[in-house]
């Protein structure tokens, strides 16, 4: 098959040719912006999963929604060592300069993006992120140094801009656990000043699923602030839809085994479809038809990728005690993917429940496990634990 027709997009944030089985999160973003616009009060949004599943894509999904309403909108991306303050204001900065164009003659906007300004002075006093928004800073505005004071102020004006010119503001937050409490603590009063206020504004995040635990431990109002959204694994029917389809597209059929191979082998999990859709059209030898051999050499080789690349970087991340960790968690588990007792942990290891707690923090901040309740960890991206397993058999 030619390699440069291949469909499937095994890439980080990525969005694939078929996005199936997520009408419901794309239905649900259509009528939370919906409500927004027309005054009516709604919760945001936040999604949540292991790696893989397509988060990402979907809060892409609801920024380009709420762009084709003509709101400003911003996706920031946490886990960058630049304060939450910069990387909302350079996320906002381009969404603006295009309302600031389209709305010349608001006063109100004028005035919000004069505080934007303040805002962004805060985090980059030499004025580069709010370049090319041509207005005077409000003084005594967002502009006390202090993060949630400052977001409150903030999203409250452009709120009250939006509110008058018919549109509103999304601000999308990827990687929300690893924002510093503080940061995740201005976020949320953010969402809860503007809510009731009743103000067409958006707060989305995604993140790892123990996130919803980790926002009612910073703010215990994020419970009623949010709807929750695991985002998982593919059902039969739709990961065949999203290996068939796109090849379809292209005159390209899957013969039935060789859909039920690939399933079968990915679990449903869209980045391991993705990847192994994608191995088995470049080994096709076609000129239209992916055959079961096809899928089951493709598989093979994607799987070698994954040791390589997707498994085996994680691995290299970690260091010595580390990998005694995750060894140790792996064998807890066998080759299926759930979560471990610390206090198992720490018993094989023999080592005390306190003294492993350091190691436990630096891999859930490396994004290698995560703590899906108390006294518990997980592998954050699904076959973790069998690869581990696979070093020392």
């Given at each position: 098959?030619?390699?440069v027709a291949?469909p499937?997009?095994p890439?980080?944030g990525?969005?694939?040719?078929?996005?199936?089985?997520?009408?419901?999160?794309?239905s649900?973003f259509?009528i939370?912006?919906?409500?927004?616009?027309a005054?009516?009060?709604e919760?945001?949004?936040v999604?949540t999963?292991l790696?893989?599943v397509g988060?990402t894509v979907?809060l892409?999904?609801?920024?380009?929604?709420a762009?084709?309403?003509?709101w400003?909108?911003?996706?920031?991306?946490a886990?960058?060592?630049?304060?939450?303050?910069?990387?909302?204001?350079?996320?906002?900065?381009a969404?603006?300069?295009?309302?600031?164009w389209?709305?010349?003659?608001?006063?109100?906007?004028?005035r919000?993006?004069?505080?934007f300004?303040?805002?962004?002075?805060?985090?980059?006093?030499?004025g580069?992120?709010?370049?090319?928004?041509?207005v005077?800073?409000?003084?005594g505005?967002?502009?006390?140094?202090?993060?949630?004071?400052d977001?409150?102020?903030?999203?409250?004006?452009?709120?009250e801009?939006?509110?008058?010119?018919g549109?509103?503001?999304?601000?999308?937050?990827?990687e929300?656990?690893?924002?510093?409490?503080?940061?995740?603590?201005?976020i949320l009063?953010?969402?809860?000043q503007?809510?009731?206020?009743?103000?067409?504004?958006?707060?989305a995040?995604?993140g790892?699923?123990?996130?919803?635990?980790l926002?009612?431990?910073v703010?215990?109002?994020?419970?009623?602030?949010f709807?929750?959204?695991?985002?998982?694994?593919?059902?039969p029917?739709?990961?065949?839809?999203?290996?068939g389809r796109?090849?379809?597209?292209?005159?390209?059929a899957?013969?039935p085994?060789?859909v039920?191979?690939?399933?079968?082998?990915?679990?449903?999990?869209?980045y391991?479809?993705?990847?192994?859709g994608?191995?088995a059209?470049?080994?096709?030898?076609g000129?239209n038809?992916i055959?079961?051999e096809d899928?089951?050499?493709?598989?093979?080789w994607?799987?070698?990728?994954l040791?390589?690349n997707?498994?085996?970087?994680?691995?290299?991340?970690?260091?010595?005690a580390q990998r005694?960790?995750?060894s140790t968690?792996?064998?807890?588990?066998?080759d299926a993917?759930?979560?471990?007792?610390?206090?198992?942990?720490a018993?094989?290891?023999?080592?005390?429940h306190?003294?492993l707690?350091?190691c436990?923090?630096?891999?859930?901040r490396?994004g290698l496990?995560?703590?899906?309740?108390?006294?518990?960890?997980?592998?954050?991206v699904p076959?973790?634990?069998?690869?581990?397993?696979?070093?020392?058999?």
């Open positions: 098959m030619d390699p291949n499937y997009a890439g980080a990525q969005r694939p040719p078929e996005l199936a089985g997520r009408d419901e999160e794309l649900d259509g939370m912006l919906d409500r927004l616009s005054g009516r009060a919760r945001g949004i999604l999963g790696r893989g988060k979907l892409e999904d609801l920024r380009s929604m762009e084709q309403r003509r400003v909108a911003a996706f920031v991306e886990g960058d060592a630049r304060p939450f303050r910069t990387l909302a204001a350079g996320a906002l900065t969404s603006l300069r295009v309302a600031s389209r709305h010349r003659s608001s006063a109100r906007l004028r919000a993006l004069g505080v300004k303040s805002f962004s002075l805060q985090g980059s006093p030499d580069a992120i709010a370049v090319g928004i041509e005077d800073r409000v003084f505005r967002a502009d006390s140094g202090n993060l949630e004071l977001l409150c102020e903030l999203m409250t004006d452009l709120g801009a939006a509110a008058e010119l549109t509103g503001v999304l601000l999308a937050v990827d929300l656990q690893a924002l510093a409490r503080s940061d995740i603590a201005a009063a953010a969402a809860h503007a809510s009731r206020q009743r103000l067409p504004v958006a707060i995040g995604a790892l699923p123990n996130l919803p635990a926002l009612m431990e703010k215990t109002y994020s419970e009623r602030l709807s929750y959204r695991q985002v998982g694994t593919l059902g029917g739709d990961a065949a839809g999203a290996l796109p090849a379809e597209k292209l005159g390209v899957w013969q085994a060789a039920e191979r690939v399933v079968g082998d990915s679990g449903g999990y869209p391991f479809l993705q990847l192994f994608k191995a059209w470049d080994f096709a030898p000129p038809t055959g079961a899928a089951a050499v493709g598989v093979l994607a799987r070698r990728d040791n390589a997707f498994y085996g970087t994680r691995w290299q991340r970690a260091t010595p005694a960790y995750l968690m792996a064998a807890e588990t066998g993917d759930g979560a471990v007792s610390t206090g198992r942990i018993a094989r290891l023999g080592k005390s306190s003294g707690g350091p436990r923090d630096q891999l859930i490396k496990i995560y703590a899906p309740g108390r006294g518990l960890v997980a592998f954050t076959g973790m634990g069998a690869f581990v397993n696979s070093l020392s058999s």
